[in-house]
């Protein structure tokens, strides 16, 4: 089984703080995406990454940033937090290409006061 | 560019059967997806249809697929509370894209 795991599930952070974000994927996936999710809006694409130390950015990629040292290790990262970056956030990862399912980590929410 | 939508809500009675809908734009993508995502959780593969087909059954889903219209549907027959989630469709045209979501709610 595809396992994606990601750092924590809940994370509370301050305004202004910078935030890492860890996505762990098992099974060799050549790409690594990270998603946000907020109520009637859906999945968005932040950034993704095909290959290591690869990164294309996706449809909201302002205020994040990310890393791919490693095949298996997608990491967001958020310079400086703020309220509105309050969300769900959703790594998955897939075989290359951009035709094969995703597969999807359990989800961070994260909350920024 | 690419499209996937969907409505955002659906309510139904224990026992009905569930219909989501969801068109889409791209007429190039070969795979169609429906995933489930349970309170506080990810996305999980639900099932998925191959483009040259019409309808897949598994147990009390069923896809239908008239890629005339772009229509993609998932029949949830004998819908239980344990069915009430988000439900995303997706389709992998030029680029992998999700639809927003429809939420089931189930009401006993």
């Known amino acids: 089984d595809v396992k994606v795991t990601q750092s924590s599930r809940y994370l509370v952070k301050r305004t202004g703080e910078k935030v890492f974000l860890e996505c762990v994927q098992d099974m060799d996936h050549e790409n690594m995406f990270w998603y946000r999710q907020d109520p009637g809006l859906g999945l968005r694409l932040i950034y993704f990454s095909y290959d290591v130390k690869m990164k294309e950015k996706g449809d909201i990629p302002e205020g994040y940033s990310v890393s791919r040292e490693k095949k298996e290790r997608f990491s967001l990262i958020l310079e400086s937090a703020s309220t509105n970056q309050t969300s769900m956030y959703l790594c998955?990862?897939?075989?290359?290409?951009?035709?094969?399912?995703?597969?999807f980590g359990p989800g961070t929410r994260l909350t920024v006061t | 560019g690419e499209d996937v939508e969907q409505s955002l809500f659906l309510s139904v009675r224990e026992g009905d059967s569930s219909v989501i809908n969801c068109t889409y734009t791209d007429s190039s993508s070969t795979y169609l997806y429906w995933y489930k995502q349970e309170p506080g959780a990810g996305l999980q593969l639900l099932t998925y249809i191959f483009s040259n087909m019409d309808m897949k059954q598994d147990q009390r889903l069923t896809v239908l697929l008239n890629k005339k219209d772009k229509h993609l549907s998932l029949r949830i027959a004998d819908t239980q509370t344990g069915d009430s989630a988000i439900y995303f469709c997706?389709?992998?045209?030029?680029?992998?894209?999700f639809g927003p979501g429809t939420r089931l709610s189930v009401l006993p």
């Open positions: 997706a389709e992998n045209g030029q680029n992998f894209v």
């Open positions: 998955a990862s897939s075989l290359p290409g951009g035709t094969y399912e995703q597969y």
